[in-house]
């Protein structure tokens, strides 16, 4: 298959090198019944590869000529190519114990990951290949630089893990940043919080966009909610862990 001319309004940037995708392949490890879905799958380097360890693969591709050269290049019975835009897609129509893999656009990574987030019932894991600044927000602890609203929205839903760091030489073209590989299992049941997850984005959302404000100031709660919840007032948004930001939100909510 003759290379595709990436288009820079998809944020195309197709990976090339052959050790990359052996350690990725390696990261998921798929197995023949897996429920595996590729979001990006772009030229098919991982793609043909996954195909050669599942009995069926879906794929989600917005480009069409790519989308074209995909269902030519594999049966489709083993291939079923979703010519959309992931950010719309509802994954909510596949089976549970979903895998979903795939090279990220960076330029709608964030909001594809808040869209991920919605299905985790159904999920049993997700691996992605992102901008490396973006994987550090998800797994940065508290009370430090990277930690924020992503940090938060993820890990009160996941585990996340960084498995290993990519240069801009695999890519083609070459992105301007690293990229890196993590590892999104999601929390059992029991240790997902029971939210409004959508109340509390906007209420996560609000007090990192005042990061440098104190508690008193960044939050809607009274004194006497800091000290039934035994928070400090005087701390800072990046201060609270993910489980107190859960604790916010359901005083919040007592609260009507």
Do not use: W
Not at 134 to 146: C, G, L, M, N, Q
Not at 223 to 250: G, I, Q
């Amino acid at each position: 298959m003759s290379s595709h001319r990436p288009r820079k309004r998809f944020g195309q940037h197709f990976l090339h090198d052959p050790g990359v995708i052996a350690r990725l392949l390696a990261a998921i490890q798929p197995e023949p019944e897996d429920c595996v879905i590729e979001i990006g799958p772009g030229e098919g380097v991982l793609t043909a590869p996954l195909l050669e360890r599942l009995r069926r693969l879906e794929v989600i591709e917005i480009d069409r000529d790519l989308a074209v050269r995909l269902r030519a290049a594999h049966p489709a019975e083993r291939l079923v190519v979703h010519e959309a835009d992931a950010l719309d897609f509802d994954f909510g129509r596949l089976p549970l114990g979903l895998r979903i893999v795939g090279n990220l656009p960076y330029n709608v990574s964030t909001p594809l990951l808040f869209h991920l987030a919605g299905f985790v019932e159904r999920l049993r894991d997700m691996h992605f290949m992102l901008q490396r600044e973006v994987v550090e927000r998800i797994v940065a602890r508290p009370s430090t630089p990277a930690y924020g609203r992503l940090s938060v929205m993820l890990q009160t839903r996941f585990h996340p893990t960084m498995l290993f760091r990519v240069a801009a030489g695999a890519f083609r073209p070459p992105p301007k940043v690293e990229s890196a590989v993590v590892r999104l299992s999601p929390l059992a049941p029991a240790a997902r919080a029971e939210v409004d997850y959508a109340r509390l984005s906007k209420l996560v959302a609000a007090a990192f966009s005042a990061r440098r404000k104190k508690l008193k100031n960044a939050l809607p709660l009274e004194a006497a909610e800091f000290t039934a919840l035994a928070l400090d007032s005087n701390l800072r948004p990046e201060n609270l862990s993910p489980e107190d930001y859960v604790r916010v939100m359901r005083c919040i909510e007592q609260r009507g």
